[in-house]
């Protein structure tokens, strides 16, 4: 028998760092053919031609670093007498548009601008500073503008209003201001940001300039605002939005009602008034009321009043179709979405100034509600037809 070769075994990390090497050699390699085609059109002429259209003269070159998500890469870039063939990598470019994509995905995601380095150094192989982060992060601003500008080509019969608060320099000082977001069911039964603004509070001055917002940029057919019961934002729905119904959260009265009730019998309390509002309509619902309040009345005063003065505002669902009942008495669906704002922009702590905490708030919201897709959220069409039914 001839004698067994034995070979070597190789590493996984030294083909992953061959592969790398190819890699990146292959994109060296196309962005220089491009740019070499760039000066050849610029010029005239092919490198060492002698051609009788010639325009221009060719100056030499020099090495351009450039971050591509493959790792950093040197690329020779061709010059002329009157400027460089920089087409292909654009003008004082040093990172590729992936690159940038990819740090604005990562600070919206919760990467703050600090810990960005660390991001592009293990992915990337090169760190890339704070203050870059930062400026590739301001890009966000178009987001917001095209949000802030967009106009409604649908009505929406259900608008969700909500806030958080999150902390931002203002006036040299670290502040609390109010996050106002606004989305909405339109007609073809898909949710919708309708917009997100930034207040010093949450007051009917804040709510009353992102109502005005919505309403100039085409608003219309809203025929029931979901929030919770802050005055403020009543008052400015009033004012903005007449025409529309307004839904009490159940979930938020619920909460009301059972701090005012001892913490012993607050899971009982809660569950018997989360089923008045599971009842199969309206009269049923006010029975069950009746009930609680022979039952409570004497024990619990406030919690019995608090739910009565409630009961009127968190009961309006009952009159839309009944199958929208489910996603219409609660701010929950909102609420999550202000959850995961409050979730990124915990990681940034206090912003600098209000611009990049309305950049990042919006960019987090758009792409939270992104999520939603062309899943459709409710039917519509049952409006239409309980007004035909009505009609006959």
């Avoid at 971050?67 to 009157?82: A, C, N, Q, Y």
């Avoid at 599971?278 to 009930?291: F, I, M, N, P, Q």
């Amino acid at each position: 028998m001839g004698d067994i070769v034995d070979f070597e075994k190789t590493e996984q990390e030294e083909i992953r760092v061959d592969l790398s090497e190819v890699f990146r050699g292959s994109i060296r390699m196309t962005l220089e053919m491009m740019l070499e085609e760039e000066v050849k059109a610029i010029v005239g002429a092919k490198r060492y031609e002698r051609a009788a259209g010639r325009s221009g003269v060719r100056n030499g070159s020099y090495m351009r670093t450039l971050l591509t998500s493959m790792g950093h890469i040197d690329v020779k870039v061709p010059r002329t007498r009157v400027g460089s063939a920089v087409g292909a990598i654009g003008e004082y470019q040093r990172r590729t548009e992936d690159v940038d994509a990819l740090i604005t995905e990562a600070y919206v995601s919760g990467v703050s601008n600090r810990k960005m380095g660390d991001v592009t150094d293990a992915l990337m192989g090169r760190r890339v500073s704070k203050s870059v982060a930062s400026r590739v992060a301001k890009r966000l601003s178009q987001t917001v503008e095209e949000l802030r500008t967009q106009r409604f080509e649908q009505g929406f019969k259900y608008l969700y209003l909500d806030a958080t608060f999150i902390k931002t320099r203002w006036a040299r000082r670290v502040e609390n201001v109010a996050a106002l977001v606004a989305y909405g069911v339109g007609d073809d039964g898909h949710r919708h940001l309708l917009g997100v603004t930034l207040g010093s509070q949450e007051c009917e001055a804040s709510w009353s300039d992102l109502l005005e917002q919505l309403v100039d940029r085409g608003l219309t057919g809203v025929a029931l605002v979901i929030s919770d019961a802050h005055k403020g934002l009543l008052a400015a729905a009033r004012t903005w939005l007449p025409e529309a119904d307004y839904q009490r959260c159940t979930v938020h009265l619920t909460r009301n009602v059972t701090a005012k009730i001892p913490k012993r019998l607050q899971k009982r309390v809660a569950r018997e008034v989360s089923n008045i509002f599971k009842a199969k309509g309206k009269v049923d619902a006010t029975a069950r009321l009746k009930e609680f309040e022979s039952r409570w009345s004497k024990e619990l005063p406030e919690a019995t009043k608090c739910l009565n003065d409630g009961f009127d505002a968190a009961s309006r669902f009952f009159s839309f179709p009944k199958a929208h009942w489910k996603r219409i008495h609660t701010t929950n669906s909102i609420e999550r979405l202000n959850r995961e704002i409050k979730r990124r922009t915990k990681a940034v702590g206090a912003f600098p100034d209000r611009d990049s905490a309305l950049r990042l708030v919006t960019a987090v919201a758009i792409k939270v509600c992104a999520q939603w897709g062309d899943r459709r959220y409710l039917d519509m069409n049952l409006f239409k037809r309980e007004e035909n039914e009505q009609a006959k």
